[in-house]
Structure formats: C-alpha cells, structure tokens
Nanobody, 125 residues
Framework: EVELVESGGGLVQPGGSLRLSCVASGFAFNTYGMSWVRQVPGKGLEWVAQMSSTGRSTYYDDSVRGRFTMTRDNAKTTLYLQMNSLKPEDTAMYYC??????????????????RGQGTQVTVSS
C-alpha cells in the first residue's frame, strides 16, 4: 500500500521557520520525482517546489524561492521542506506528491498518482 505521510506543520509567527517532512512507503521512492504543493480553502493547488528522483534538480515557485529549501533522503524514503522567513500568505495545507519520471513542468493533479493527506501551516501573529 502506498503511503505519503506529512508532518511538521503548525502555528508560527511571521518570520519564523518550520520543517515539513513526508515519509513515503509502498513504492520505489528513489525512482519518483516529488513535489510539495499547498492549498488554501477555496483556491486551487499551488506547486511550491519540485525535485527530481535523484535530488539533483530542484525547482521552486517564485513565491518561495530563497526562503524554502526542498531536500530528500532516498535511504530514508523521506522528503523535506525547510521553510524560513515565513509570511502570512504561506498559510495553507501542505501536501507532498509523487510521480514516476520527471517533475519539471508537471503541475497538474493528474500528473501525480500519489499524494499525502497534508499538514497545516499557519503563519500568524
């Protein structure tokens, strides 16, 4: 059974930091491209960051570039998102998603057969 389990969300003040984790199981993690996406109620999914299966290529949305860092540990089948200098507009449910093959340009729900249940990030004073 495929599972993606996110954790690390919470309430943080503007300017603060959080580190999200996504533990994967049930598929060959080291052959899948991974993405972090977020969603605010009533709005569509926003692709925050994407990483190739090897971790050698990473892509960031302009809204988070320079503040967020995506990494992966294939030995631990775990994906991370280090979020610094958080802003209220970063408030959202954050999901990790997996797809076989390249992630560059893959920014629709149908591109990802697997997605976790999400972890809530709230940035507020």
């Amino acid at each position: 059974e495929v599972e993606l389990v996110e954790s690390g969300g919470g309430l943080v003040q503007p300017g603060g930091s959080l580190r999200l984790s996504c533990v994967a199981s049930g598929f060959a993690f080291n052959t899948y491209g991974m993405s972090w996406v977020r969603q605010v109620p009533g709005k569509g999914l926003e692709w925050v960051a994407q990483m190739s299966s090897t971790g050698r290529s990473t892509y960031y949305d302009d809204s988070v570039r320079g503040r967020f860092t995506m990494t992966r540990d294939n030995a631990k089948t775990t994906l991370y998102l280090q979020m610094n200098s958080l802003k209220p507009e970063d408030t959202a449910m954050y999901y990790c998603a997996a797809r076989p093959g390249p992630v560059y340009g893959a920014i629709s729900v149908g591109d990802y057969p697997y997605r976790g249940q999400g972890t809530q990030v709230t940035v507020s004073s």
